[in-house]
């Protein structure tokens, strides 16, 4: 995952948008061990199309420095920041 958004930001385009669970994805801390639990859109089940719940609340994901840290050195790295 983190190959691909690095890819991505690299990318000449000028808006470089990732969904919170791509981004989660590159640390194995707060990535869910079940991809499955990542999905978003589940078709097959017409009751709940769109289910996605973050699993780490936007004040605990503050405090994570490592995963932080590295999103933003990656910002900084592709000439975004």
């Known amino acids: 995952a ?7 930001l690299y990318a000449p ?7 919170m669970q791509d981004l989660l994805s590159i640390d ?4 869910r061990e079940d991809p499955a639990d990542e999905r978003i ?3 097959a089940n017409p ?11 936007l004040e605990d994901l503050l405090k994570e420095d490592d995963f932080n840290n ?3 050195a990656s910002v ?3 000439g975004r920041g």
């Open 2 to 8: 983190k190959i691909i958004i690095l890819q991505n």
């Open 13 to 19: 385009s000028m808006w470089a948008i990732f969904q």
């Open 28 to 31: 194995g801390r707060l990535r």
């Open 41 to 43: 859109n589940n078709p």
């Open 47 to 57: 009751q709940h199309y769109w289910q996605y719940r973050m699993h780490i609340s």
């Open 70 to 72: 590295q999103v933003y």
């Open 76 to 78: 900084i790295q592709t």
